[in-house]
């Protein structure tokens, strides 16, 4: 086999492989999980009196650029959430911090609920 043979054979194996893997990376997105809780209360602060509470397990779920939170009642007084997954559109994450929503993204709960959503991977 002479060299010319040999490098053309190499750069169709090479371009046929990258043309795979970017193909592969299209059809199937990377998939990242997220997984927490997510606490409400209705005094507007982290610790309530006999004002509302509740916290939801809470998994957010990243694949492509599709972006939802999913939400399962754990404990409270009660679920006032009527919608129970959220798609996210503005977002952004890094090594430590992970920028999603305001509590407005949830109808139903006044702008002065504390609200935190706690998420690990």
């Known amino acids: 086999m002479n060299r010319s ?3 053309t ?3 169709v194996v090479t371009a046929v492989s990258l043309a795979v893997v970017f193909l592969y990376g299209e059809l199937y997105p990377s998939k990242a999980v997220l997984r927490g809780s997510l ?3 209705g005094s507007g602060r982290s610790h309530g009196g006999f004002e509302y ?3 939801w ?3 957010l779920t990243v694949e492509g650029t599709t972006v939802t939170l999913g939400l399962v009642l754990h404990v ?3 679920d006032i959430f009527d919608k129970h997954e959220y798609r996210i559109e ?3 994450m890094d090594s430590s911090t992970v ?3 305001t509590p407005t993204i949830f109808p139903g709960l006044a702008d002065t609920y504390y609200v935190e959503l706690r998420l690990r991977t």
Do not use: C, K
Request: negative net charge.
């Open 76 to 78: 409270g007084l009660g």
């Open 90 to 92: 503005s977002f952004s």
């Open 53 to 55: 509470n509740a916290e």
């Open 5 to 7: 043979l040999l490098f």
């Open 99 to 101: 920028n999603i929503i």
């Open 39 to 41: 606490f409400v209360s």
């Open 9 to 11: 054979l190499i750069v």
């Open 57 to 59: 397990n809470a998994t």
